[in-house]
């Protein structure tokens, strides 16, 4: 069946007979398209309303501000004109059978002779900065008759199967045809001009730098890569340059050393261990460029770089987090719809100062041992978890430890609120980070607020007046004696090749490599953040089965809840969950609630948990001079003790990574960096027969994604 050109409508205001005639003859002519304005928002922009064949069924499409809407056309057509008018006058108003695609979740347009031709996607994309040139150049060639008669809509859409599967996203494709290769082609024109307009939260990446783990998880990062990521970033024209990474910490000295200017964002594919290498080379890089102490930075800059992440490790915890699975593709697409949040990153902090910045969480007792015990079995596989898992739970140690954390002393509605449960016990409020968090997004304002505050602190600091400037400065640990000692100091002048150091496949400026590990200043104790009028520390001892400050919530599929439930992705807080020892017993009853969907540790009496911005830990056990003087621990990532081995201290795991330290500070920082997420959505139950609502919930711009805090 083919469509005469006459089915075409451009959206117009056609009041007269003579217009409508007009209209009719120029949609014989390459049809131009027109900008009306919206009433309902004042905004100048294109609309497109055409016919079109999909599965050789008619339908009306619609592209509008930001949507693109397509339905079954009715037996009985009413004036397309009165059709417009009445869309332009009551805003979208769509009906059951409608079917709506958001331009944000728009990736590939592509146009072509045939069906097969349009579906093809071997030719590059243009980058998004040569789609003005290529529509330029279109209309440029606007007197060669077009012959595209098939366009192709490649859109992302999340899948929602039930309340525990409702997080996965995957690619499908639209054919269009009509009849008037003309019409084709301003479409396509049009769709590739939005695809090209970036709002400011909405970054499409052109040219990626991917770091690839080859031996986290199963070893199969490079195929994962290879099977899931490489054809959706081919298909969104992203020009991904790709290191495989050969040792620990490579990753991390790559972005610490090279020149990042040509890319527009960071991907790393690999379990935790990796995502925290990308974010602590991104922010370490950072606090070198702004010409701060690594050690012991007056403020800590946040990273020009976003990162997406793709799972490819054992538990994949970072990346569960943020998207509420650990699916491949969900993880690739949203890298690719380019939608960011900032996510909150901690610094851990020890006498000397910084050791690392840590992304999902820094555990000691149970969950420290556990990573310690299981590096031993890596040839286990993701198994390895299990078993020392369950070897460190079957021993049910208790350890001592002294710990201040920092509480406000009035209950705020944005601030760290803590309750107490029916046990009397301290418990963080019961609010879930998700897609559209009220809560992140108000932090997020005030966030957008103080960047300008730290630009001014930034260039105080440059011009040496930085004492005045940090005292009121709430998130810069108080112990920061505003060294002005740069990065640059610490830079080793040898110049490293990195081509022979990993197969890397950049254009690299000369090398430099960044030292870290030097450190000349230390103070007696760790570091705090200072306590302000509305804050003081509270202290905290006892003999722990477990203590974790949780950046995020740290759900996995093993642990769909995570250590902290009620963790935000961005609120610039963590989750301080203490569990004391306890019985065997009650340590089931705890693991049993942090596996099921259900569960919520905050009711059980031997557990605690606080909101805070910062806390601090010591163990009475420990004799810390000796530590510091046998290890100099001045590790930016801290690297294994040799021979430690004493039965009352346990480690701590961060992010995966074992740290020896036996006195440290957990300092949260709102927002650090950004990464390519929505968070996780909550589960809207379709209406009954129809399945269409609930996808339509996929639309970013809809608040019924909305969380109910
Ligand atoms: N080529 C390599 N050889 C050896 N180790 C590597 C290599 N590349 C990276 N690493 C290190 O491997 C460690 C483990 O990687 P990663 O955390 O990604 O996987 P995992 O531990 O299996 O996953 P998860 O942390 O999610 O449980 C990291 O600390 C990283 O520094």
Not at 583 to 611: C, K, Q, W
Not at 630 to 647: F, H, L, M
Request: with cysteine; glycine share 6%; hydrophobic share 35%.
């Amino acid at each position: 069946m083919t469509q005469s050109s006459t089915d075409f409508t451009q959206i117009h205001h056609a009041t007269s007979e003579k217009e409508q005639e007009a209209a009719a003859t120029a949609s014989l002519q390459p049809p131009a398209t027109q900008t009306v304005t919206s009433p309902a928002n004042n905004q100048n922009c294109d609309i497109l309303l055409g016919n079109f064949q999909i599965k050789k069924k008619r339908y009306r499409v619609l592209l509008n501000y930001d949507h693109i809407v397509w339905e079954r056309l009715k037996a009985k057509k009413c004036s397309a004109d009165t059709e417009a008018e009445c869309y332009l006058k009551q805003g979208a108003v769509y009906g059951k059978h409608t079917n709506v695609l958001h331009i944000n979740e728009l990736i590939r347009v592509s146009k072509g002779n045939t069906k097969s031709a349009a579906l093809r996607i071997e030719t590059p994309q243009p980058l998004a900065a040569d789609f003005g040139a290529h529509i330029a150049g279109e209309q440029h060639n606007s007197n060669t008759p077009p012959t595209e008669q098939y366009l192709v809509l490649w859109y992302a859409e999340r899948i929602v199967h039930s309340a525990t599967d409702c997080n996965r996203w995957d690619v499908h494709k639209l054919v269009l045809y009509n009849a008037d290769a003309y019409i084709v082609r301003q479409w396509h024109a049009l769709l590739n001009k939005m695809l090209a307009n970036t709002a400011p939260m909405r970054l499409r990446v052109r040219r990626l730098l991917v770091f690839i783990n080859p031996y986290g998880g199963r070893k199969r990062g490079l195929h994962v890569y290879e099977r899931h990521c490489k054809p959706l970033f081919q298909l969104a024209g992203i020009d991904a340059s790709c290191i495989i990474s050969q040792r620990s910490n490579q990753i991390r000295d790559i972005l610490l050393s090279h020149d990042l200017t040509p890319f527009d964002a960071v991907c790393c594919v690999g379990g935790d261990g990796t995502v925290a290498e990308v974010i602590n080379g991104l922010i370490f890089r950072a606090i070198c460029d702004a010409g701060l102490d690594a050690r012991q930075p007056p403020y800590v800059p946040k990273p020009a770089l976003p990162v997406g992440i793709i799972p490819a490790g054992s538990t994949d915890t970072v990346a569960y987090s943020l998207h509420g699975t650990s699916d491949v593709r969900t993880a690739a697409i949203h890298l690719i719809l380019g939608q960011q949040r900032g996510m909150d990153v901690c610094s851990v902090r020890n006498r000397e100062g910084v050791i690392r910045f840590c992304a999902s969480v820094l555990s000691y007792g149970y969950l420290g041992d556990v990573a310690a015990k299981s590096e031993r079995y890596r040839w286990m596989g993701t198994k390895r978890y299990e078993f020392a898992g369950v070897k460190t739970f079957l021993k049910n140690i208790g350890y001592e430890a002294e710990l201040s954390v920092l509480q406000p002393i009035r209950e705020s509605n944005i601030s760290a609120v803590v309750e107490t449960n029916e046990t009397g016990a301290a418990c963080v409020e019961s609010t879930i980070c998700c897609a559209n968090c009220t809560r992140c997004e108000a932090i997020s304002m005030q966030e957008a607020a103080q960047t300008s505050k730290r630009a001014m602190l930034k260039k105080a600091i440059l011009a040496g007046v930085v004492g005045t400037a940090l005292t009121n400065d709430d998130e810069l640990p108080s112990s920061s004696n505003a060294s002005l000692k740069s990065c640059e100091d610490y830079i080793d002048e040898r110049v490293v090749d990195t081509h022979t150091d990993s197969n890397i496949c950049m254009n690299n400026e000369p090398v430099k490599k960044i030292d870290l590990t030097s450190c000349d200043k230390k103070s007696d104790v760790a570091p705090k953040v200072a306590a302000t009028d509305e804050t003081q520390w509270k202290t905290v001892n006892g003999r722990f089965f477990m203590i974790s400050g949780a950046n995020i919530t740290c759900a996995c599929t093993r642990s769909p809840n995570g250590v902290a439930r009620y963790s935000h992705l961005g609120d610039g807080y963590l989750d301080l969950i203490l569990v004391r020892k306890t019985t065997l017993f009650n340590n089931i009853r705890l693991l049993l609630n942090m596996a099921g969907h259900n569960g919520d540790i905050r009711s059980l009496p031997f557990v605690e948990t606080y909101r805070t911005k910062s806390f601090s830990f010591r163990s009475p056990n420990a004799n810390l001079e000796d530590l510091y003087s046998i290890r100099g621990s001045c590790q930016p990532i801290a690297e294994s003790a040799v021979g430690y081995d004493d039965k009352n201290l346990s480690r701590w795991n961060c992010d995966g990574e074992v740290i020896y330290d036996q006195e440290l500070t957990m300092i949260s920082h709102c927002q650090l960096i950004d990464v390519f997420m929505r968070g996780p959505h909550v589960y809207n139950k379709p209406f009954k027969g129809d399945k269409r609502s609930s996808l339509l919930c996929c639309c970013c711009c809809c608040g019924c994604c909305k969380s109910d805090d």
